[in-house]
């Protein structure tokens, strides 16, 4: 075999190689879980403040995305 035969048929075993199905399926599963919302579940909590008493209900009703932050008085 000559060089000019063996580098072209080298090139197309590469390229075989990077094409199997083992790549292709890691893309789509990526895809699959980026398409999936995520639903996160409000733990059940009442807050006391000088506006009256907030419940997890009250945040959950706008469906709005809050944050929150609890500090321990320990």
């Known amino acids: 075999m000559n060089k000019s035969f063996f580098l072209p048929l080298l090139f197309v075993i590469?390229?075989?190689?990077?094409?199997?199905?083992?790549?292709?399926?890691?893309?789509?599963?990526?895809?699959?879980?980026i398409e999936?919302?995520?639903?996160?579940?409000l733990p059940y909590f009442e807050l006391t403040t000088t506006d009256g008493k907030i419940t997890s209900d009250q945040f959950l009703v706008d469906s709005k995305p809050e944050f929150l932050l609890?500090?321990?008085p320990n």
Do not use: G
């Open 70 to 72: 609890f500090i321990s």
């Open 14 to 33: 590469i390229a075989l190689a990077c094409t199997t199905e083992e790549n292709i399926v890691v893309p789509k599963q990526l895809n699959s879980v």
């Open 36 to 41: 999936e919302p995520s639903i996160e579940k």
